[in-house]
C-alpha cells in the first residue's frame, strides 16, 4: 500500500524547477555568529534586526514567566486564554503604533489572513494589493470574498487607475494592502501617496510593517512614523517575530477594528493563545526597544556599511534602502552556486529563486543586524568579492 506514491513525482518536479527546500540546521542560539548546518559562520540571514534572540534581560524575563504563570494558556483567547499579560502586551502595542487598540494574533501571517478575511467579506468588497505582497496577503485575499485587484508594484498610476474605475468605485468596501518594507527587496513602500489616493477614493488603508517594526520611525515604530502618517493609515500589521525575536503578530488599529476581530478572526478564535513566555518576551523586547536605542542606531550603521561595502565591490543591491539587502545573481544556479560557496568561506546567505521571486531576479538575500560587528561584516564583503571574482560575477 503506498497511496502517496504520487508525491515521488511531485517531489521529482520539485527538484527540477530547484523548488524542492533542505533545511538548514541551527545548532547554536540566533545570532550574528551562529552553526549553521556544523559549521560556525557568519550569519546573514535571520530577521533578527535587533540582536533580540539572545539579550540577557529578554531571556530572562521569558524564564520568570515560566515559573510565576506556568508553560501556557491551553485554551483560545476567546475562552481562557487571555492573562493579564496578553492585555498589557496590547496596549503597549498600541502606544508603541500610536493607535487606540492592538489585538495580538497567533503570527504574522494569521494577522494578515485574519484581516482580510474578517473585513472583506462580500463579492461587492475590492481588496487592492500591490504584486510583490507577502504571500499571507495574497492567502488573505483567497480567504476573503471580495474581488482581488493586483496593482504593479509601488506603481502609484496603477492604482489610481484602478481606484477610479467604475467597478471599484462602486464597490461596496475598498481595502488597499501594501507590505510596508518589501521582504525579498528591501524597498519602503511609498506610503504617503498611497495614503493620498485612499483618501482620494476613500479606500481603507491596510499596511504590513513585519520588516519595518523595530526598524524604521522612531525607536523602530514603523513606516507610519517613519513618513509622520499617524491616524492616517487605518490598519497596522506587525510582527513579533522579527525584531522582536519571537512569534506572533498583531493588528493596530481602533477600538473597534480591535472589537470586531476580536469576535470574527478565526485564528484568534480558533486557535490557542500564546504561552506567558513568549508575551513576557515581547513586554520585554518593548523595554529594550525604548531604553536601548543604541541598537537601533547600530543596525543602522551596519546596513549602510554593508550596502556601500557591497556596491563599491560592484554588486548590484537592486532598489533597497532597507537592513534586506539583496545582491542580485539573475540565474537561479548561480544564486545556489554561489551561496555554496560563501558558506565555504565562512558566510551563510541565502540564495532566492523563483517563484519567491521572478525569473530573472535571482538573488542572496543578506539581512544585517545591530549584533554584527564591522570586522565580520568587512570578513562578509571580503568573502562575497572572492566569491563573485571567481565565478565572473564582478
Ligand atoms: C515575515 C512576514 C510575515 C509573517 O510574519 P510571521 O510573524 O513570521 O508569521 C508577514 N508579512 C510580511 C511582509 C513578512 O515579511
Redesign the pocket.
Known amino acids: 500500500m503506498n497511496r502517496l506514491k504520487f508525491l515521488e513525482d511531485e517531489i521529482k518536479i520539485l527538484k527540477d524547477e530547484n523548488r524542492f527546500i533542505k533545511l538548514h540546521i541551527l545548532e547554536s542560539e540566533q545570532a550574528p555568529v551562529a552553526v549553521i548546518d556544523g559549521k560556525k559562520v557568519i550569519n546573514l540571514t535571520s530577521n533578527n534586526y535587533l540582536n533580540m534572540t539572545t539579550h540577557p534581560a529578554v531571556k530572562k524575563a521569558a524564564a520568570d514567566a515560566v515559573l510565576k504563570y506556568g508553560i501556557g494558556t491551553a485554551a483560545v483567547r476567546t475562552i481562557i486564554g487571555t492573562m493579564s499579560l496578553h492585555e498589557q502586551l496590547e496596549k503597549r502595542l498600541a502606544e508603541f503604533k500610536g493607535t487606540e487598540a492592538a489585538l495580538v494574533i497567533q503570527?504574522?501571517?494569521t494577522s494578515?489572513t485574519a484581516v482580510c478575511q474578517s473585513l472583506m467579506t462580500s463579492l461587492d468588497d475590492v481588496l487592492i494589493s500591490d504584486e510583490l505582497n507577502?504571500a499571507?496577503i495574497v492567502d488573505g485575499g483567497r480567504l476573503s470574498k471580495a474581488v482581488k485587484k493586483i496593482y504593479r508594484h509601488c506603481d502609484m498610476k496603477h492604482l489610481e487607475e484602478i481606484l477610479k474605475s467604475p467597478e471599484v468605485k462602486k464597490a461596496r468596501r475598498r481595502m488597499v494592502v501594501t507590505?510596508g518594507v518589501f521582504?525579498m527587496d528591501g524597498d519602503i513602500a511609498p506610503l504617503p501617496q498611497i495614503v493620498d489616493l485612499c483618501e482620494k477614493y476613500d479606500a481603507v488603508i491596510m499596511v504590513?510593517d513585519?520588516?519595518s517594526s523595530g526598524v524604521l520611525g522612531r525607536q523602530g515604530r514603523g513606516t507610519v512614523d517613519h513618513f509622520n502618517l499617524k491616524g492616517r493609515v487605518d490598519i497596522q500589521i506587525g510582527?513579533l517575530?522579527?525584531a522582536f525575536g519571537t512569534i506572533?503578530?498583531y493588528v493596530a488599529g481602533s477600538q473597534n477594528l480591535r472589537d470586531y476581530m476580536i469576535s470574527t478572526a478565526r485564528p484568534f478564535l480558533f486557535s490557542s493563545s500564546h504561552p506567558p513566555s513568549v508575551i513576557a518576551t515581547c513586554l520585554a523586547g518593548l523595554d529594550v526597544i525604548y531604553n536601548e536605542p543604541q541598537r537601533l542606531e547600530k543596525l543602522w550603521t551596519n546596513t549602510k556599511f554593508f550596502k556601500e561595502e557591497i556596491t563599491k565591490a560592484g554588486f548590484d543591491i537592486n532598489k533597497s534602502q532597507t537592513p534586506i539587502t539583496p545582491v542580485m545573481i539573475r540565474d537561479t544556479k548561480k544564486a545556489f552556486e554561489f551561496s555554496a560557496r560563501l558558506f565555504d568561506e565562512g558566510v551563510f546567505a541565502l540564495a532566492i529563486g523563483f517563484p519567491t521571486v521572478q525569473k530573472g531576479l535571482e538573488r542572496l538575500r543578506n539581512i544585517v543586524t545591530a549584533g554584527h560587528e564591522i570586522k565580520e561584516l568587512e570578513a562578509s564583503v571580503a568573502a562575497y568579492k572572492k566569491v563573485g571574482k571567481a565565478m565572473g560575477i564582478i
Open positions: 503570527s504574522g501571517f494578515n507577502h499571507s507590505d521582504s504590513d513585519a520588516h510582527t517575530s522579527k506572533g503578530g
